[in-house]
């Protein structure tokens, strides 16, 4: 995981300080539900937290998060290789709505 984090871009490397990387075996069932995964659908990355472009002046900042599951990473990507990419790829895609950038922008973007 160290060297998918040291490849990650500018301006996305900065904002990894103000996110906790954390990594759980799988989605759990309710964090499937709220993003809307079909059964059997894959999720490799989860952003929780409050994006940077709604923070407020008198707002406590809450921890923001990113988990990475590691069943689904391993399972769909046996090469190191591969799943050092994808890792980083999903980082920056997490990292990406940490910093107020949504879904469909990052799809404009070729990020998505």
Sequence with gaps: MDRA???IPA???GALGEVAIVIEDEPSDEQLD????EPGGTLYGLYEGVPRTE???DWAIVP??????????EDDFP???ELEAEVRRTVVHE???HLGID??????????
């Design 5 to 7: 984090l040291a490849g």
């Design 11 to 13: 301006p996305f490397r």
């Design 103 to 112: 879904d469909h922008r990052l799809d404009e973007l070729g990020a998505g």
């Design 55 to 57: 923070w407020g002046a």
């Design 95 to 97: 990292l990406a709505h």
């Design 79 to 81: 090469d190191p290789v």
């Design 34 to 37: 709220e993003n809307d995964i």
């Design 64 to 73: 923001n998060r990113i988990s990475l599951f590691r069943f689904p990473l």
